[in-house]
């Protein structure tokens, strides 16, 4: 079975799910191999393990902290160099596009980013992409080198493939680059008790219509077990942290059930959430453009039918 | 202080866009402008410029067919002082390395101490041909930034990473990129249009450069498009208007479709 080496996102041994996703889709590839850059292996190997990492490569290193995205790159390269994978599998956010560009210019390889789905193929992997704000489905594969591929979170549903994962130190040489941009501080964003948005199973987001009250959208969201996310527009007015905004310029969302409520559907947004499975709107305009993407809209003041809903499902539940 | 800013002309990512059959974009059937994520890079320049480096000069670059000159354009009415835009036909086809050798070769060539580029074009949306510059050109990247200051010849910024928020430092010369939450991009004046028509542009190909062809184009592109297909468009299902009930129609489509 060839090698596929997988890039671990985790903080401090807890690995997250996009990286258990990963290890899905690199089990139709091959054997699966994790990449660990950091502290924690000793939690982190009994979770790999759980979902098919064979082995685990752990790079506990200082520069990996200190130093933004190249030190990473060095990691990987190396470690690739030494195992001659039959593809790279790393998460689709900002530092894994930035560490998957780079590693792929030094193996000379070719490169894909922001996958839906990966398939093994005749030549070597086959993925999926949306393009041109989810409009277009395109299929594609590498045609040099070893595929760096880039896969964007909710691609496969986490399967557990438990082995015993053998783990190995692996020594990593920082070159220059590696030190070039140093990390002045790191604060992570708090989450709460509610579910990450790019993970989540259902998001309930708010726009312009929420005008500047989101404990509205909160509470159906906590109703749902969902994740909220926010439009641009409620983004620029201060209602919400830029963290949560979904659309082209935000965070990409594929959730099994979006809710947008008082958002209109500008295509900025739409690009952000139009692969969602099912789609609810709620909108005091019947001519919002969000309404055609709708498997069920309500024309209507959000701040009646959503506590309606909430209180709907409190009965339904209790 | 030298800046180059890389500049796309992409089309208008608020039409209805399509593939060519040969899976590439399709650029004649909407029309194409200057990509907005790369209007905060300008803005941005612009800023460093104004806020007192009296030595700054800003040179945009693009690489690209003829009417790629239109987004040169647009950047020069919103200031700065000179462009370049590199096009040949073997070009076309290019994937983000053929692109960012083209354009690592093009600022090499005119000099750089900060080169600036938007998060991501709007029509592939990749994000990583900053990356592959800083690569190129060994130099720091520091990348995705919210806010940047520019002094004592080092960029400074902070970044909204990957579930955290990142304060990040790195020494010029430097390659680095802005999301659109870095400052709302200026409006050319219409001083600043017709100011733009005097700017000197420099056309350069692929020899002037010392870049094999194979290295670029389809012949260069490291990954190939399988198929195209557009979505099918979202079938409208049931639209009621509240009139009272909304909340508990909701809540029994929800029910039906198990999310609860």
Request: net charge negative.
């Amino acid at each position: 079975m060839p090698e596929i080496l997988v890039l671990v996102e985790h903080t401090g041994g807890a690995v997250r799910k996009p990286t258990l996703e990963l290890l899905t889709l690199a089990r139709r590839l091959g054997e699966p191999s994790a990449v660990l850059l950091g502290p924690g292996a000793d939690s982190a190997s009994e979770t790999l393990g759980r979902y098919g990492a064979h082995k685990v490569y752990v790079v506990d290193a200082p520069e990996v902290g200190e130093f933004l995205v190249t030190p990473a790159v060095d990691a990987l390269t190396q470690i690739a160099e030494r195992t001659g994978p039959a593809a790279i599998l790393l998460p689709s956010g900002p530092d894994g596009k930035e560490t998957a560009a780079r590693v792929a210019l030094r193996l000379d390889a070719g490169l894909i980013t922001d996958a839906v789905d990966v398939t093994a193929g005749p030549d070597g992997p086959v993925t999926e992409q949306s393009a041109f704000a989810a409009t277009y489905q395109v299929t594609a594969h590498v045609t040099r080198g070893v595929p760096v591929i880039t896969v964007k979170p909710n691609a496969a549903a986490p399967e557990p493939a438990p082995v015993t994962p053998v783990v190995e130190k692996q020594d990593v040489t920082f070159g220059p680059d590696s030190t070039a941009v140093r990390v002045l501080s790191r604060t992570r964003r708090e989450r709460g008790d509610r579910p990450e948005l790019t993970e989540a199973d259902i998001v309930v987001s708010g726009g312009r219509g929420v005008n500047g009250d989101f404990a509205v959208i909160e509470h159906v969201a906590d109703a749902l077990g969902a994740a909220v996310g926010a439009s641009r527009a409620a983004v620029d007015a201060g209602w919400y942290p830029h963290s949560h905004q979904v659309g082209q310029t935000g965070t990409q969302v594929s959730p099994q059930l979006y809710v947008a409520a008082g958002i209109s559907g500008a295509i900025q947004h739409r690009a952000g959430m139009q692969t969602s499975k099912t789609i609810v709107a709620v909108n005091k305009d019947a001519d919002a453009p969000i309404f055609e993407l709708a498997d069920h809209g309500v024309v209507g003041d959000l701040f009646e039918v959503l506590p309606q809903l909430v209180a709907e499902i409190e009965h339904r539940r209790s | 202080m030298k800046i180059v800013v890389c500049v796309k002309h992409v089309p208008d990512a608020a039409a209805d866009r399509a593939f060519t059959e040969d899976c590439t974009t399709d650029r004649a059937s909407v029309d194409s402008l200057l990509s907005e994520l790369d209007e905060y890079a300008v803005e941005q320049a612009l800023r460093i410029a104004e806020s007192g480096d009296a030595d700054a000069e800003i040179c945009y670059l693009t690489v690209g067919p003829d009417d790629a000159r239109d987004a040169l354009r647009k950047a020069l009415a919103m200031g700065g002082d000179s462009a370049i835009h590199v096009s040949d036909d073997d070009i076309e086809g290019s994937d983000a390395f053929g692109t960012s050798l083209v354009l690592a070769r093009a600022i090499e060539r005119h000099g750089f101490d900060l080169v600036l580029c938007g998060m991501a074009s709007t029509d592939g949306t990749m994000g990583v041909v900053p990356a592959m510059l800083a690569e190129r050109l060994r130099v720091p990247a520091v990348t995705h930034l919210e806010e940047l200051t520019v002094e004592d010849g080092a960029v400074s910024g902070r970044r909204e990473g990957d579930g955290a928020s990142v304060r990040v430092q790195g020494a010029l010369p430097a390659v680095v990129s802005v999301t659109d939450r870095s400052g709302d991009a200026r409006y050319p004046s219409f001083k600043g249009i017709m100011a733009a028509k005097k700017k000197p542009v420099e056309t350069l190909d692929l020899a002037d450069l010392g870049i094999d062809p194979a290295q670029v184009g389809f012949s260069g592109a490291r990954s190939a498009v399988g198929a195209t297909a557009r979505r099918p468009p979202r079938t409208q299902g049931e639209i009621v208007v509240d009139d009272g009930a909304g909340g508990a129609a909701l809540a029994a489509f929800l029910t039906a479709k198990k999310f609860i």
